[in-house]
């Protein structure tokens, strides 16, 4: 699609478009846009109006047959927040896309509510499953958030109930920017189009620092426990945009967590039980990062096809002929490699390692206090662990 570029223009509910937006938008030889958005813009004599293509993947077909042209597309507001503009660069490029914006559903909702930028927070739902929610849910937060349908209200109402966030307070803010916009709080009718400006109250478990309780996870007792993950989490520094390899996944715990600590980082799970491997995906929606991908298949061999990760964490199966060469060979330049054993076998295999390529050598025994009988209690160890970590010289 060489040829091709594209205006997209926002515009409001009511349809008010301000004059160089609309001097674009009549001076378009193609205007695309949804239905409801086509239809509040004057027709113009000549002009080729068409409507999205449904289901959307067939896009990038559908423009193509529009090449050589003036092409505008209308979107609701800001076209880059949770809209069609965000999709039209991703599938041409910076270079073949403007965007000219107006006021977003986001900015309306904010000065609805009075809530600065500073103290609320945006969550999409637009295409995402409802868990990825539980993520920003704290006792105190104020969340604007970007509803699919009619039917995300109560279907958050249920999420806050079981997350122990039940008392939170939902406004419904519908069809903003237009004649017959409404702002209620829930339940109350729900128009099709409307954000939700969430005020969280609660006593549900929140927390983005790294260990959570082991309970949080489904597992048949393959977890990297609570204390030695956290320790492992800091080694393996996530931050956004990079991505993590977690081998020998068991519950699943470590990419998930790094999931949870940015919602642009990535992290695939390769796990060779097939019961495990389901276990994770649950665990993932659970905890909101459903974006997890799980590869249901036994390493090294897995790892083979898979992109280049900025870290890896080996928490099972480190004995495997030729596992830890090849993790430390695909990493990208910077990147960290954490590996744990328990057993002689492996804890060999990580000294060896260790004197071949340096880097870092942690033995981590952790303790708990238990009943020992009548109202005596003791201190219960549990493995030790040994953690090897290796950082891959920069080029």
Same mark, same amino acid.
């Given at each position: 699609m060489g040829g091709l570029r594209i205006t997209v223009v926002g515009i409001g509910a009511d349809g008010h478009l301000p004059p160089a937006s609309a001097a674009l938008v009549a001076d378009a030889e193609v205007l695309l846009g949804g239905e409801r958005h086509l239809a509040l813009v004057p027709d113009v004599p000549g002009q080729d109006r068409h409507a999205w293509p449904r289901p959307l993947t067939s896009l990038a077909t559908f423009l193509g047959e529009h090449e050589g042209r003036r092409v505008v597309a209308l979107a609701s507001g800001d076209p880059l927040v949770s809209g069609i503009g965000t999709t039209l660069l991703r599938l041409l490029g910076p270079d073949a896309v403007d965007v000219v914006p107006a006021v977003s559903s986001v900015a309306l909702a904010r000065a609805r509510m009075g809530?600065?930028?500073?103290?609320?927070?945006v969550v999409t739902l637009v295409g995402r499953e409802l868990a990825a929610l539980r993520r920003e849910l704290a006792d105190g937060r104020r969340l604007l958030v970007l509803s699919s349908d009619e039917s995300t209200p109560a279907a958050v109402a249920t999420l806050l109930d079981e997350a122990g966030f039940g008392t939170s307070t939902m406004h419904v803010l519908g069809n903003l920017g237009g004649a017959d916009e409404t702002v209620a709080v829930f339940p109350c009718p729900v128009p099709r189009l409307h954000v939700i400006a969430l005020e969280v109250a609660g006593t549900g478990f929140a927390s983005w620092a790294p260990g959570l309780p082991d309970d949080a996870f489904e597992h048949d007792g393959q977890l990297t426990k609570r204390d030695v993950r956290a320790s492992a989490l800091s080694r393996l520094a996530p931050a956004p945009g990079r991505l993590l390899w977690d081998v020998g996944a068991g519950a699943g715990s470590v990419a998930i967590e790094w999931l949870r600590a940015h919602p642009l980082t990535d992290a695939i799970a390769v796990e060779a039980d097939p019961e495990r491997a389901a276990r994770i995906s649950r665990n993932a929606g659970t905890l909101g990062v459903s974006r997890l991908e799980v590869v249901n298949d036994k390493a090294p061999d897995a790892l083979?096809?898979?992109?280049?990760?900025?870290?890896?964490?080996?928490?099972?199966?480190?004995? @495997?002929?030729?596992?830890?060469?090849?993790?430390?060979? @695909?990493?990208?330049?910077?990147?960290?490699l954490v590996v744990h054993g328990v057993t002689l076998e492996t804890e060999q295999l990580l000294i060896g390692a260790f004197h071949e390529h340096g880097g870092e050598l942690t033995r981590l025994a952790v303790e708990h206090v238990t009943p020992l009988g009548g109202r005596f209690t003791g201190w219960t160890p549990a493995r030790a662990v040994t953690q090897w970590t290796w950082t891959k010289e920069r080029a």
């Open positions: 809530w600065s930028a500073e103290e609320s927070t083979t096809d898979l992109p280049r990760p900025d870290a890896v964490f080996v928490g099972g199966g480190a004995t @495997a002929p030729g596992l830890l060469d090849l993790c430390r060979e @695909a990493l990208a330049p910077g990147g960290r």
